[in-house]
């Protein structure tokens, strides 16, 4: 099994410009995870899916961000317009359903916004 | 309100001390919690998964323990290595279905050879 995949795993963008990162969990794995780190507020999660639904946007910060699943494999999260304050790592996690399974986090990926 | 403390925040060690590592929370209706080592610019790899209703698990030099009615949780590193540096975080997994996890600050571990 190849984990959970992320791309790209860096992007340096220009302020207002739009971003879009890709996540594809392991295969079996019915939830998926969006999270973001810096190094002020640690692991923030923005958003997960459950077969595919959104269940909890909750954490997303603004509207300027997005989230789909248009199928069991793949994921984005668009950040439109981008702010240097979006400079984050972002992480997708995936995990089978049920409450006793655990995380497999993909590498991540390093968004700068200058 | 699930918070969830790790200490210490960084700890130093020479190479071969055994450690302990530190994680409580203050909700004790979890599901689970995982331990997760990130190296400096990678992601999170899991190291050990305990339920609510074990007591620990272990693997390789690893050791992690689950008192669920305290709120504590260690981890247990013996015969610790350089390759060992990293940070470890805890994640308390609770809420309906288990989608509500929290994760600790970290403990940034150095080993020195």
């Known amino acids: 099994d190849a984990g959970v995949i992320q791309s790209p795993r860096h992007e340096v963008t220009e302020m207002g410009q739009e971003v879009t990162l890709r996540c594809k969990p392991i295969?079996?794995?019915?939830?998926l995870f969006w999270y973001r780190q810096t190094m002020m507020r640690g692991l923030e999660l923005l958003i997960y899916f459950n077969n595919n639904v959104p269940i909890d946007d909750s954490g997303m910060p603004e509207d300027r961000f997005s989230a789909k699943m248009p199928n069991a494999s793949f994921s984005t999260l668009k950040i439109q317009p981008s702010e240097p304050r979006d400079s984050a790592v972002y992480f997708c996690?995936?995990?089978?359903?049920?409450?006793?399974?655990?995380?497999?986090f993909g590498s991540g990926t390093r968004l700068t916004v200058v | 309100k699930q918070e969830v403390t790790q200490i210490p925040a960084a700890l130093s060690v020479p190479e071969g001390e055994n450690l302990v590592l530190n994680c409580s929370f203050t909700?004790?209706?979890?599901?689970?919690l995982q331990w997760f080592r990130q190296d400096p610019g990678k992601g999170l790899t899991s190291l050990l998964l305990?339920?609510?209703?074990?007591r620990e698990q272990t693997s390789g030099r690893l050791n992690a323990s689950l008192d669920k009615s305290s709120g504590r949780s260690t981890l247990y590193i013996a015969a610790s290595q350089p390759g060992d540096s990293a940070t470890y975080l805890c994640?308390?997994?609770?809420?309906?279905?288990?989608?509500?996890?929290?994760f600790g600050a970290g403990t940034r571990l150095f080993v020195k050879a």
């Open positions: 994640a308390v997994n609770g809420g309906t279905g288990g989608f509500k996890t929290i």
């Open positions: 295969s079996g794995h019915n939830s």
């Open positions: 305990i339920q609510s209703s074990q």
């Open positions: 909700d004790s209706a979890i599901y689970n």
């Open positions: 996690a995936s995990r089978e359903t049920g409450a006793n399974y655990g995380y497999t």
